[in-house]
């Protein structure tokens, strides 16, 4: 397999198999050009643009087209070698999949260096490790999220919480209007973060308050009550969170004994300060509030009393996620992270692979690293759970691309799966989970949740991701409430172009300036140093706390 590095075309494309009828341009190709490929001297057709792909072989209409070593489209008319695959010639087509018994064989990567070190995180009393200590405040219905609110701005900043460095001091711009300013002066004008407003931190050792809100917890159908409590569950339990107040209505669906369940299957002994407060049975809303206010601020004071201490690194739990993607996104970013994957996961720690529609057309692949029988049938099933209600609402994951995907290289959602997919690495899968449910085995967890990135996210966090790596070719402002997320760029433009959103770089692999291993590795330092509180990752410091349970409706 040829990949960026190998050859003197190390800029101009890449193939990455020997079986695939396609080759990726890693920068502009002109008509006219011939390019040296596995498959001898090409002459393009057509200009080809950076991240696109062009035919290495003259294909027949219907015939499948590969690449990544696997089915990822279908010819829609005759193709001839050195065309540009576009969505005009070409159409989504994957592999058929069945389960069979297998024992995969794994080589794991040699991590010795690793075996002794160590990062800074909370430990919890179930023997899990934080890596921040969050107090959470939680509606169990829509109907809260104004008392959410109102905790919110009587807590956050006069505790030292508040992302006021984050608001705009929109000052002038009255001052101006006020003066008689023009429409054009007003928006020629430059406004700044200046800080302002934020108390000093009281808790040195609780890294923040995090306010979720949602849409749901009634007016729903049973099942999504019950999803959103084990959600929520979830989240109350997670090693990132020292303790929680949930707020209640009282008559919603989502009851307070339907989460109370779930925490307890969680947490069975009930070490955490979780707080309910119920509205319907306060005497007024100022009391309701004003309660739980006073019992946050106990819990606060009481989580407080933990520190940061020294754990191996089969404590990390590593969520894996890509949204913004492009045609670079399998080549650099992805298989990066696949190499940071193997490593924790050779450490004896937990990734988890999410994102299903993003699995279509590699499922027999993934269903041949399954351990056993059972894990297979699960994750089987579930794909076709989630195929069929998506075929039944007139649309399937076929449909997953975005515009920005397709403009973007790719064009069906075979192609940007087997890129996604590269982000699990090479390991064994050992666990296959529904929406909401928590990895308990470690090592590789397949975890079913839609591409819709924050509602991918949100699942993520909560079957106990303690930290997520989150890859982007087109960049992206998503990030996670209780989980600190890093972003990492599959292109060194989206990096130049975004700084303030990307954590680290993985396009000097497409520039031939690094390996896979070696960006790999990179990644598994920053990693550590995130999960240690030693490095902000931009999403925590923008606060971008993006939470959005996934109701089981159809959502791409």
């Not at 849409?215 to 999504?224: H, I, K, L, R, T």
């Not at 591409?451 to 079957?463: P, Y």
């Not at 995130?530 to 931009?538: C, E, K, L, R, Y």
Request: aromatic share 6%; net charge negative; charged share 20%.
């Amino acid at each position: 397999m040829k990949t960026p590095g190998s050859s003197a075309n190390v800029r101009r494309i890449v193939v990455l198999h020997e079986n695939d009828d396609l080759a990726t341009a890693l920068t502009d190709l002109s008509k006219g050009e011939v390019i040296d490929t596995p498959n001898g001297p090409i002459e393009l057709r057509q200009d080809i643009p950076s991240k696109h792909k062009f035919l290495l072989r003259d294909l027949g209409k219907g015939h499948p087209i590969r690449m990544y070593g696997v089915v990822v489209a279908e010819a829609t008319s005759f193709l001839s070698k050195g065309d540009l695959l576009t969505i005009a010639n070409a159409t989504h087509r994957a592999e058929s999949y069945h389960i069979k018994k297998s024992i995969p064989q794994w080589q794991a990567p040699d991590v010795s260096s690793y075996k002794k070190r160590t990062f800074l995180g909370y430990h919890r009393s179930n023997g899990s490790v934080g890596t921040m200590n969050y107090w959470l405040v939680v509606p169990l219905v829509f109907c809260e999220n104004r008392n959410i609110e109102v905790m919110r701005m009587s807590l956050e900043s006069t505790l030292g919480y508040g992302k006021m460095d984050q608001v705009f001091d929109i000052e002038p711009l009255v001052k101006a209007y006020k003066d008689g300013a023009s429409g054009q002066s007003l928006l020629a004008m430059n406004l700044t973060n200046d800080g302002r407003g934020r108390g000093e931190k009281l808790f040195s050792n609780v890294d923040g308050i995090k306010f979720l809100t949602h849409e749901s917890g009634c007016g729903v159908v049973p099942s999504d009550a019950e999803a959103l409590c084990r959600l929520l569950a979830g989240y109350i339990a997670h090693p990132n969170v020292g303790g929680a107040t949930v707020l209640s209505l009282g008559c919603q669906h989502s009851q307070i004994a339907i989460l109370r369940s779930y925490l307890e299957k969680l947490q069975p002994d009930g070490s955490k300060p979780v707080f309910f407060c119920e509205q319907q049975k306060s005497d007024s809303e100022r009391s309701f509030i004003s309660g739980a206010i006073k019992e946050t601020f106990v819990g606060l004071s009481e989580i407080n009393s933990i520190q940061r201490e020294p754990a191996g690194l089969d404590h990390l739990v590593l969520g894996l996620e890509c949204g913004g993607s492009d045609g670079f996104s399998g080549i650099s970013a992805n298989p990066a992270l696949g190499v940071c994957t193997d490593l924790i996961v050779g450490l004896g720690g937990t990734a988890i692979l999410a994102e299903f529609p993003e699995l279509h057309g590699v499922e027999q692949t993934l269903i041949n690293r399954c351990i056993d029988h059972n894990t297979a049938g699960r994750f089987s099933q579930l794909m076709q759970d989630y195929q069929r209600r998506a075929k039944l609402s007139g649309s399937g994951f076929k449909d997953n691309p975005s515009p920005g995907n397709r403009a973007d290289g790719l064009i069906t959602d075979a192609i940007k799966s087997a890129g996604a997919a590269r982000k699990g690495g090479t390991s064994p899968i050992v666990a296959v989970l529904d929406y909401g449910e928590t990895a308990t085995v470690k090592g590789l967890n397949l975890l079913c949740t839609p591409g819709n990135d924050v509602e991918s996210t949100t699942g993520l966090a909560g079957a106990g991701a303690n930290v997520i790596v989150f890859t982007t070719g087109l960049g992206t402002p998503t990030g996670n409430p209780i989980t600190p997320t890093i972003k990492v760029s599959t292109n060194t433009f989206l990096a130049q172009k975004m700084p303030d959103i990307i954590d680290l770089d993985a396009g000097t692999i497409i520039e031939g300036i690094d390996d896979l291993e070696s960006k790999g590795a990179e990644l598994l330092e920053l990693v550590i140093k995130v999960a240690s509180g030693q490095i902000t990752p931009h999403a925590v410091r923008l606060g971008q706390d993006d939470f959005i349970p996934w109701k089981r409706g159809i959502s791409l």
